[in-house]
């Protein structure tokens, strides 16, 4: 089942300038995660921030998280048009099984050079 | 270093045939092992996930199966096909952090048409 709700659904961008995406997920989480994934590819994992923190960077990438809110932005700054991709964000949960996560539906994004 | 092996990346198949998709992963032991689905423009859905050898859970009923005959390896069946089954179908393994963090490494795809 989907529980994260990306927005925008889609996002064009200048070469240079910053995109910022959001998630929104309803229920407790242990961790939020961001993925990407090129046209036709496998996502790949970009960053994960646990619940008790507010943010995190890894290059280029910036994510905060606010679970008073349930919601998680990430931000990529001074884009690049290699940047073109759709962004997941997932959460992942204690209760239960931990092992699956729940998907957003994305954000597609294009950089334009 | 691990990696993670899916294939055939690109199938076309018609109504009613069986279904054969394959994937590796080395470079880890007992690794957790997931099939989703990806519909155009969409999300991913889970469809199955392991966590050893013979021991798959179903997380949507339909007419697909999987099975896991070997530490590492994780087929996702069909005996025979609808046009619903279209789709790219993305396998992915994982390990449990301390955390208790999932972090999901996928393969490269396979993107299926039924005709």
């Known amino acids: 089942s989907q529980q994260g709700e990306e927005d925008p659904q889609a996002l064009s961008i200048q070469e240079g300038e910053n995109a910022t995406m959001n998630c929104s997920y309803k229920?407790?989480?242990?961790?939020l995660q961001w993925y990407r994934q090129n046209s036709g590819r496998g996502l790949v994992h970009l960053i994960l921030?646990?619940?008790n923190e507010r943010e995190k960077h890894s290059g280029r990438l910036r994510v905060t998280l606010d679970t008073s809110k349930k919601s998680s932005s990430l931000l990529i700054t001074a884009s690049r048009a290699a940047d073109t991709a759709s962004y997941f964000c997932?959460?992942?949960?204690?209760?239960?099984?931990?092992?699956?996560?729940?998907w957003g539906l994305g954000t597609s994004l294009a950089v334009n050079p | 270093s691990q990696t993670i092996h899916q294939w055939p990346a690109t199938l076309v198949q018609p109504v009613g045939s069986p279904l054969s998709l394959e994937c590796t992963v080395e470079g880890t032991s007992n690794p957790n092992l997931y099939w989703y689905r990806q519909a155009a423009g969409r999300g991913l859905q889970l469809l199955f996930y392991s966590v050893g050898i013979g021991q798959i859970s179903s997380e949507v009923p339909q007419n697909l199966s999987a099975s896991r005959p070997q530490d590492r390896q994780f087929i996702l069946s069909s005996k025979k096909l609808l046009l619903s089954d279209s789709g790219f179908y993305l396998c992915a393994w994982s390990v449990i952090w301390g955390s208790g963090a999932n972090v999901l490494t996928f393969g490269a795809g396979s993107r299926l048409t039924v005709l």
């Open positions: 997932a959460t992942g949960h204690n209760a239960g099984n931990n092992r699956k996560l729940i």
């Open positions: 229920t407790s989480i242990n961790n």
């Open positions: 921030i646990r619940s």
